[in-house]
Structure formats: structure tokens, C-alpha cells
């Protein structure tokens, strides 16, 4: 449906430096016209891609420019608020990449109850009633954590070919897919595959996530937005957790609670075709060129979708001088500028490790800001992944129901119970931290969490060797009270900094040029890491004991804390072009 606009003022120019569409573009022509009447797409050609929007007084004038400098879509102009429209659109354009975390949190919560439910004689599967190897045990339980390996290496190679809206599309099929083959397998060799297949869409979907909602979302609010993705993947556990707690009892139960997965998908897939538009910066890299000029369709499709992720409607008596539409324009120009210089750096993947993994030409005229702003956004992302699997806390949870029955829990059901418990403990935990992400910043909550983690291991690592010798007490309390304590410090400092900032940053600091594969290896480093703990760590606590290897995660935290003193630059408030210039040294 075409809406129609009777246009206010006449004679207005472009602003100095906005980017131009070539004078053949029907709708720039027409809206340049001079008629009275003009189209939806005209005008968003007119008022957003040329912002040539004047009021007719010069006062006027400089005072919406500042309005537009200072607007923020999420909030509202000063002293005013647009939570009907604007509040909307930002909730959807982060809940459908949310759900892909949330599918991912519930494989590892619904897999510590499964590798019960799987040993159990009722189990419905070929080997019911005799026990699984450790082998087989490890391998069902991390067989979506290799996968999520193989997923994360598939976008490294073809992700920026695919898009960021198809690429939510594919983690969906792939989550839907894993989740029905899990349901119906009956022998190990058919689920260790699809828990492999599911495991793709994890990667594919942990992926792009970060990357869509910091591209599509407003600066001021991206930091609670990605943080808030983490929440979802914690609730994702919990889910897991009582739908294991749920069906304990249930003969084959396992097959249901792998299940659940699938309708979950569905939503995914349904928000994804019904309304999750384009990333704007995505189309704008990716679009043809009309000569020198980015080609005027692609532009126009980019402000469309930026004006639908804003909650801005060009409907019939849309005012071109509100301060929204002014901000959004502006924000486009800075938008297609961040393009324009992606587009003259973009590397093939041979160029990626050649010039950025080895620095080669970073001290070039040419693309030199690109490449060491690309280098040291690797450095911080490949740190924060790394140090985010090796403080040892995600590698607990796939074995949570095992590790509370061998702590004293008798009973699956009793275990997962617990579980549930610790799962609604870290959710809360994570929805503390998130009113704080945007205000008080990145770098002081992953410092205070780190801080924290780093003491509850010591204490964690004291508790254990206290038990082991027979010592009853330990800080003026019994033993048990004091690991209780010690644990819940850990998970609630985990959840106020690696669980959700260190996501937010890999979302944050690749430029828009390498941002497909960079963030791609900061996926793969994270799952890689994660599988490597998980194989080494029952070596490593055979040989060091419980306390040994409490103590050598803090050694790691240690190490973490003072990687984030010396390398995590702040990131709150700025857009990501900002940052870009400011990782490539240029601006400071």
C-alpha cells in the first residue's frame, strides 16, 4: 500500500556531504518535483537519504539540529517520550535473535537431564538399561558443542554471503531439524548426529545474534539489548533444567524434553519470514553500485528498514522537521559513511588471515586504519572468549545434574530440582546486571564480576581442601555453608560480566568489514575453548584434585582480570563507526 504525504516547504537543498542518489531515481526525481503529493518511499527519499529537511527560520533551524544530535529513537526527543512505537519495535527486533540464545541455553539445560534419563532402563533406546561410557556420555552430552565448532567455521567462510536475516532463517531450520532427529533417534550413532545438527544452529545462531542486534539497535540501549541476550540464554537453562525436573519420571522423557525445542524454532522461524527486516549496515555493504554511488533501490530498502527498526511509520501528515525523523536521517548518513569505507576495505578470507591475523599492510595508507582496528578488536574479542570457558563455569553446567547427585543430591529428580534452583539464581543475577550495562559501562562490571569470580575460587578452592582434610570450618562457618556461599558469589559474578559483556563486545568492536569472519573466530574460539575444558577437565581434576583445579581457575580469573585492566577499551554510548575509528587509531 502506497501512503500519501502533502509535502510542507519547497526549495530545500541537500545537506553538505549527504550521500547522493543519482538525479535517474524516479523517486528522488519525483519527490524533487515539486508536486503535492508524494509517496511513502519518496518521502524517506527525500527527508531521510538527502535530510535536506529546513525549517523555515534559521533559530529553527540550528535548535533541530541540535534536537537531532542529541534524539535517541529508543527514548524520545528531550522531554519527550515515544514508548508506544519505539519501545515496540526495539523489543522486536531483539527478541527473535534472543530466542536463538534461548534455544541454545535450553539444549544444555535439557541435556543434563537427559544423560540421566538416558541411562535409565525405560530410556527407549537401543542400549536401554546397560550403562553409558564415559566416552558415550561425553560425546552425547557435547555433541551440539561440536557441532556449534562446525556451524561457526561454515559462517566463517559464506556467513557475509548469506545475510544477517537469512542467517537467523538457517539457525532456526537447523535448530528445528536437530531437535526432530534428537526425538526419533533410537541408537547412538543417529543421536550423537543430531546433536550434531542442532549444534549447527547453535553456532550459526550465536553467531549472527550479537551481530544483528548491535548493527539494528539504538547506542544507547545496545548494551542492555546483548546483555539482555545472555539473560535469555540463562532462562533458556532454567527452561531445560524443569523440563528435565518434569519429565524424570517419565519413560523415554528425554525425547520430549529435546523436543520442546522444536516449537521454540518455530517462533524464531515465523519472526524471521513475518517481520525481522534486513541489518540497514549489511544491505548498504553488500549493495551494487551505480558508479561511484551506492545503488539508490538498496539505499531506500536500508532506510526502510532502519525507519522500521526505529518505530517511525512515514504514514499520511508525517512531519519532516520531527526531531525522529531528523534523527533518523542523520543516523543513516553516518550509516552509509561506516559502508562506504567497509565496502572500499573488505576482505576475502585469504586477505583476513593474510593481512589482519598477520598484520600485513597495517601501517598502509591504504585500508591500514581498517586492518589494525580489525587487530585489535581481535585481541580483545578472542581474549574475552577465551577467558570467558577457561574461569571454568559453562563447562559445569552440561554435567549439572551428575556433579549435584554425586554432591550429596540422592536421586535424579532431587538433583534437577536443585538445578532449577541455581538455574533462576543466575537469571536474576544476569537481569540485575542489565540496568547497569548502558550506564555505568562495560569495563566496570567485567571488572568488578571478574574481581569477584577470581575470590570465590580461592574460597571454593579452600572449601574443597578443607573437606578433603577433614576440617569442619572454614571462615568462622561449617564447610558446606561456605561452599554454598563461595558458589553462589561465582555464578552471580559470571552473570554480571563474562555471561553477558563478554558477548556484547564481539558484537561491539569488529569493523563492519571483517566484522562476518572476525566475529566468526571469536565464536570459534569461544565453543573451541569450551570443548577443550570439557575433554581436559576430568584429566586435569584426577590430577590436581578439586581444590588444584578451583585454584587454577583463579589463576586464569587472575589473568582475565588484568587482560580487561590493559586491553578492554569502554565502549557505552558510542556507535559502532565510532568505535571502529577509534580501534584504527584515527579520531583520538
Same mark, same amino acid.
Do not use: K
Given at each position: 500500500m502506497r501512503v500519501f504525504h502533502r509535502r510542507k516547504g519547497s526549495g530545500q537543498s541537500s545537506a553538505p556531504g549527504a550521500p547522493s542518489i543519482s538525479d535517474a531515481s524516479p523517486l528522488l526525481a519525483r519527490a524533487n518535483s515539486g508536486e503535492s503529493y508524494e509517496t511513502s518511499d519518496e518521502f524517506l527519499a527525500r527527508v531521510v537519504l538527502q535530510a535536506d529537511v529546513a525549517p523555515a527560520a534559521e533559530e529553527a533551524e540550528e535548535g533541530n539540529a541540535a534536537g537531532a544530535a542529541e534524539f535517541d529513537p529508543a527514548v524520545g526527543d528531550t522531554g519527550t517520550s515515544r514508548p508506544d512505537i519505539a519501545m515496540l519495535a526495539t523489543f522486536l527486533l531483539f527478541i527473535f535473535p534472543a530466542i536463538g540464545g534461548l534455544l541454545f541455553g535450553y539444549d544444555i539445560g535439557a541435556t543434563s537431564g537427559a544423560l540421566t534419563g538416558l541411562k535409565g532402563v525405560h530410556a527407549g533406546v537401543s542400549w536401554a538399561g546397560s550403562n553409558l561410557t564415559p566416552l558415550q556420555t561425553g560425546l552425547i552430552a557435547s555433541g551440539s558443542l561440536y557441532g556449534a565448532l562446525v556451524g561457526s567455521a561454515a559462517v566463517l567462510l559464506r556467513g557475509n554471503a548469506i545475510g544477517r536475516r537469512q542467517e537467523l532463517a538457517l539457525a532456526a531450520l537447523l535448530y528445528?531439524?536437530?531437535?526432530?532427529?534428537?526425538y526419533f533417534s533410537n541408537d547412538f550413532a543417529s543421536l550423537v548426529l543430531s546433536r550434531g545438527l542442532y549444534g549447527l544452529g547453535i553456532g550459526?545462531?550465536?553467531h549472527v545474534a550479537p551481530i544483528y542486534i548491535a548493527e539494528t539497535a539504538p547506542p544507547s540501549v545496545r548494551g542492555a539489548l546483548v546483555g539482555a541476550k545472555e539473560a535469555f540464554i540463562v532462562a533458556g537453562i532454567l527452561l531445560g533444567y524443569s523440563s528435565s525436573y518434569l519429565l524424570s519420571g517419565v519413560d523415554a522423557g528425554w525425547r520430549i524434553g529435546y523436543a520442546v525445542a522444536t516449537p521454540l524454532a518455530g517462533i524464531l522461524l515465523a519472526g524471521v519470514a513475518l517481520w525481522v527486516? *534486513?541489518?540497514? %549496515?549489511?544491505? $548498504? $555493504?553488500t549493495a551494487e553500485m551505480d558508479g561511484a554511488d551506492v545503488n539508490a533501490d538498496a539505499r531506500l530498502t536500508a532506510a526502510q528498514d532502519l525507519a522500521k527498526l526505529r518505530g517511525l511509520k512515514s504514514h499520511s501528515g508525517a512531519d519532516a522537521n520531527d526531531p525522529a525523523w531528523r534523527a533518523l536521517a542523520s543516523e543513516m548518513r553516518e550509516t552509509e559513511a561506516g559502508a562506504q569505507v567497509a565496502r572500499a576495505n573488505t576482505l576475502s578470507i585469504g586477505e583476513f588471515f593474510s593481512q589482519? $591475523? %598477520?598484520? *600485513? #599492510?597495517?601501517?598502509?595508507?591504504? #585500508?591500514g586504519a581498517n586492518i589494525r582496528a580489525t587487530r585489535s578488536a581481535l585481541k580483545? #574479542? $578472542?581474549? +574475552?572468549? +577465551?577467558? =570467558? =570457558?577457561?574461569?571454568?563455569?559453562?563447562?559445569?553446567?552440561y554435567y549439572a545434574s551428575d556433579i549435584l547427585s554425586s554432591a550429596g543430591f540422592s536421586g535424579g529428580g532431587v538433583a534437577q530440582l536443585v538445578a532449577v534452583? +541455581?538455574? +533462576?539464581f543466575k537469571l536474576l543475577a544476569t537481569a540485575s546486571s542489565l540496568p547497569f550495562i548502558d550506564s555505568a559501562g562495560r569495563r566496570p562490571l567485567l571488572l568488578l564480576g571478574v574481581g569477584g569470580l577470581t575470590g570465590a575460587l580461592v574460597l571454593l578452592g579452600f572449601a574443597a581442601y578443607s573437606m578433603s582434610s577433614g576440617v569442619t570450618t572454614l571462615v568462622g562457618m561449617p564447610v558446606a555453608y561456605a561452599s554454598v556461599g563461595a558458589l553462589l558469589l561465582y555464578v552471580a559474578s559470571y552473570q554480571i560480566s563474562f555471561g553477558p559483556i563478554s558477548w556484547l563486545i564481539v558484537g561491539e568492536v569488529f569493523p563492519l568489514a571483517s566484522r562476518n569472519a572476525a566475529l566468526a573466530c571469536a565464536t570459534l574460539t569461544n565453543f573451541g575453548s569450551n570443548a577443550v575444558v570439557a575433554l581436559v577437565l576430568p584429566a586435569v581434576q584426577s590430577s590436581l584434585g578439586e581444590s588444584g583445579t578451583y585454584f587454577l581457575f583463579a589463576t586464569f580469573a587472575v589473568a582475565a582480570w588484568l587482560f580487561i585492566q590493559s586491553s578492554v577499551p569502554e565502549t557505552k554510548g558510542k556507535t559502532l563507526e565510532e568505535i571502529e575509528r577509534e580501534l584504527g587509531g584515527e579520531g583520538q
Open positions: 528445528i531439524g536437530g531437535s526432530v532427529c534428537t550459526v545462531a550465536m527486516p *534486513e541489518s540497514p %549496515r549489511y544491505t $548498504l $555493504l589482519v $591475523l %598477520r598484520g *600485513e #599492510g597495517a601501517d598502509s595508507s591504504n #585500508g580483545i #574479542g $578472542l581474549g +574475552l572468549m +577465551l577467558f =570467558q =570457558q577457561i574461569t571454568g563455569q559453562p563447562s559445569v553446567l534452583g +541455581l538455574g +533462576l
